[in-house]
Nanobody, 119 residues
């Protein structure tokens, strides 16, 4: 079982930055790829970024490429999402997620953290 707890959301002006954190429980954290997703009001949840277990491989949605950076600290069982040059359209609840098995779907989800970007 894996538990995920996000933090770091808040209200920021357009052009500003925030760093989200996701603390994970479980001894197998470093073997799991991790992902960030977001859901804006009235919209479906969408993929934002993912990172491999080692942290050596990352992948981003086109909408955030060049502005967001995903990273992880396996010693702290934590994954991060650094968000720069924020836009009002980035406003959403942000979730971190992890699969139960390598290559499988994202089975474990955090409770989410709200990010609001004002224009």
């Amino acid at each position: 079982q894996v538990q995920l707890v996000e933090s770091g959301g808040g209200l920021v002006q357009a052009g500003g930055s925030l760093r989200l954190s996701c603390a994970a429980s479980g001894r197998t954290f470093s073997s799991r790829p991790m992902g960030w997703f977001r859901q804006a009001p009235g919209k479906e949840r969408e993929f934002v970024a993912r990172i491999s277990g080692s942290g050596g491989s990352t992948y981003y949605a086109d909408s955030v490429k060049g502005r967001f950076t995903i990273s992880r600290d396996n010693a702290k069982n934590t994954v991060y999402l650094q968000m720069n040059s924020l836009k009002p359209e980035d406003t959403a609840v942000y979730y971190c997620a992890a699969p139960a098995a390598l290559g499988g779907p994202y089975d474990y989800w955090g409770q989410g953290t709200q990010v609001t970007v004002s224009s």
